[in-house]
Nanobody, 118 residues
Framework: VQLQASGGGSVQAGGSLRLSCAASGRTFSNYHMAWFRQAPGKERELITW?????HYADSVKGRFTISRDNAKNTVSLQMNSLKPEDTAVYYC???????????????WGQGTQVTVSS
């Protein structure tokens, strides 16, 4: 089972980026799929997940949109109105477990760097 993330890069504040995560090795249609991020010196943060419905952290609500294509086993993250504080390594994750209502991925993609300059 593998998750392959792509789409990171550098952008100026106010710009947009789109991240993609392709899953292989099994069908993920019954799994939650999520995006986390980790900024330097900070803990990994759950920012959004999809499991029938979508959920967003307050820090990205209204700016980021998660979408998934179960037929293709992919999940994407459209990031608009980016801010310097969005700078982080972004990770996709998938699984079936939850801890205190939040997804706990079993499978992780490699991180992809997003850098937003002011």
């Amino acid at each position: 089972v593998q998750l392959q993330a792509s789409g990171g890069g550098s952008v100026q504040a106010g710009g947009s980026l789109r991240l993609s995560c392709a899953a292989s090795g099994r069908t993920f249609s019954n799994y939650h799929m999520a995006w986390f991020r980790q900024a330097p010196g900070k803990e990994r943060e759950l920012i959004t997940w999809s499991a029938g419905s979508t959920h967003y952290a307050d820090s990205v609500k209204g700016r980021f949109t998660i979408s998934r294509d179960n037929a293709k086993n992919t999940v994407s993250l459209q990031m608009n109105s980016l801010k310097p504080e969005d700078t982080a390594v972004y990770y996709c994750g998938a699984g079936s477990e939850y801890v205190m209502g939040s997804p706990r991925p079993r499978y992780w993609g490699q991180g992809t760097q997003v850098t937003v300059s002011s």
